[in-house]
């Protein structure tokens, strides 16, 4: 693992550590992740594997309390994510390739079966150096997909395991609501 991305756990483990709100929290995750976002070494050559099907999230870090993650998520080209929540806090930065973040307000219940009202609340691109929080209870839906000509890699923080989690998707026309859990990728395996 890198020196900025060994520092990078170490700083995100004061910030969990020291607590606040979940805006404080991301918003200082945030600062931290900006600067480490041009270091080419950050990630390693398996954590920057794609898989052949489905999203790819490679496991670069987990809390051995579980109260935080992170992951390179990477988004393959012509790749879009279901409109779909994360529970718990998160923090992107894009570490090369271009995305689009639609994010969206959920009027209804968290759980599996059940039909809810979603509002659009905007657009946004970022690309490399770029930093987002994803997530926050109050504001956690999404959909995202790759909006370069290469796959989009981020590095995703979370404020919990987020393969432990229990999230759920989102069908845009119908507001149907499934509950699916992410399994964390483990780059040889990816191969
Ligand atoms: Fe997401």
Request: glycine content about 10%.
């Amino acid at each position: 693992m890198s020196k900025k991305m060994k520092d990078f756990i170490d700083q995100v483990r004061e910030i969990v550590k020291t607590g606040g709100t979940e805006e404080e929290m991301t918003a200082r995750v945030a600062e931290s992740l900006e600067p480490i976002l041009d270091d080419p070494e950050l990630l390693s050559a398996d954590q920057l594997l794609v898989k052949k099907e489905g999203f790819t999230l490679n496991k670069v870090h987990i809390e051995p309390d579980e109260s935080f993650s992170i992951g390179a998520g990477i988004w393959d080209v012509g790749q879009t994510t279901p409109i779909h929540d994360h529970g718990t806090w998160g923090v992107i930065g894009i570490y090369r390739g271009m995305e689009n973040e639609e994010s969206f307000l959920r009027e209804g219940p968290r759980e599996s079966g059940a039909r809810v009202k979603l509002m659009p609340l905007g657009k946004r691109l970022a690309g490399p150096g770029d930093v987002f929080v994803c997530c926050t209870k109050d504001n956690d839906v999404h959909r995202v997909s790759c909006a370069s000509s290469e796959p989009v890699v981020g590095i995703h923080v979370y404020g919990d395991d987020l393969a432990k989690l229990t999230r759920y998707k989102y069908e845009e026309a119908t507001g149907e609501v499934k509950s699916f859990n992410t399994g964390w990728d483990y780059a040889k395996i990816s191969a």
